[in-house]
């Protein structure tokens, strides 16, 4: 062991099954700039060091990095950096939930309203007396409806392009049953609607890449469920904050839920999270509530002489 192995201290907690990894000590400076420029800096300079904190051996392909950063704005309680096996995120629902439970696990915050600085905007947050999170987003929106592509060895399938703190193309109509089971096809499925997107020229906002693909099914214990594909080829064991929040957006422009309606969204494995939305200077505000719970507080040993000292990336 040499004397300039240098140590990262993390939090795990995992958000209805997805899992968070909040670096909250070790990571260098990335200056006092605002989040966006630190996520360009984290990407230009340090990109290693996502791969390294989130890829095998130390980490796995569904995990995802929260880094804590000084806010610019007072009135937050921190800033932070959302990052994946793929890349950064500019919001993550189940990782917020992650990130106040964290930051109460160390006794940074009690119970009571904290506000987040993210990529994506000011994120206002409530922890409540009981231990569970309510994240009240950024604003949602539908930017198109009813887009219809050709998806290879499936047909043409139809989709709404939404903002939910990501981009998203949502699909209620399809033939897949939306079951651990069947994983592998899913997967498949959502694969080649992204790439049907791309191939097609089909974005968000502004050229943004649709990076999420959403699945919709009916659900005995909820209003829906639903199968996330994200970035990496990973899918969302949570509900998907962001994803709901896109969900919500859709649901009230087709008229079919109205402010404070509730809605309860299922997962793919069964875990979910309680959402309604207001109408704040005409947008669509979503809150979404959940739970999380800590798994692991430890440091990452990053070993100069460990070949694999920044993760194994295909």
């Known amino acids: 062991m040499t004397n300039d192995i240098q140590k990262i201290r993390i939090i795990d907690s995992h958000t209805g099954g997805e899992p ?3 670096i909250i000590g070790g990571f ?7 989040v966006k420029e630190r996520v360009n800096l984290f990407k230009t300079k340090f990109d290693r060091l996502r791969t390294a904190v989130l890829s095998e051996p130390r980490g796995h392909a569904a995990m995802v990095g929260a880094l804590v950063c000084r806010p610019l704005d ?6 932070v950096i959302f990052f994946n ?3 950064y995120l500019r ?3 189940h990782g917020t939930i992650g990130l106040i439970k964290t930051l109460e696990y160390l006794d940074r915050i009690q119970p009571g309203i904290h506000h987040i600085e993210t990529p994506a905007g000011t994120v206002r947050t409530e922890l409540d007396s009981e231990g569970f999170v309510n994240i009240e987003n950024v604003p949602s929106y539908r930017y198109a409806k009813n887009v219809e592509i050709a ?3 499936y047909g043409n399938v139809k989709g709404d392009v939404a903002w939910g703190g990501n981009w998203f193309f949502l699909i209620d109509e399809h033939s897949e049953t939306l079951a651990l089971e069947n994983l592998a096809k899913l997967t498949d499925f959502a694969g080649r609607v992204r790439n049907a997107l791309s191939e097609s020229g089909i974005t968000g906002k502004d050229g943004h890449e649709i990076d999420h693909i959403e699945l919709f099914s009916p659900s005995v214990n909820a209003n829906s469920k639903n199968f996330v594909l994200c970035p990496g080829g990973e899918y969302d064991r949570s509900p998907c904050g962001t994803g709901t929040s896109a969900k919500l957006a859709c649901l009230y422009e087709n008229g079919e839920l109205l402010p404070g309606e509730p809605w309860k969204q299922e997962s793919i494995i069964g875990s979910h999270f309680e959402a309604c939305f207001k109408i704040v200077d005409e947008k669509i505000v979503t809150v979404i509530k959940g739970s999380a719970f800590i798994t692991a507080e430890s440091e990452l040993i990053f070993d100069p002489q460990d070949p ?3 993760g194994i990336v295909a």
């Open 20 to 22: 968070t990894r909040t």
């Open 28 to 34: 260098p400076e990335l200056g006092s700039g605002s």
């Open 74 to 79: 007072e009135k937050c309680e921190t800033g």
């Open 85 to 87: 096996n793929a890349g």
């Open 91 to 93: 919001m993550c629902g």
């Open 151 to 153: 998806v290879e060895n």
């Open 308 to 310: 694999y000292r920044y």
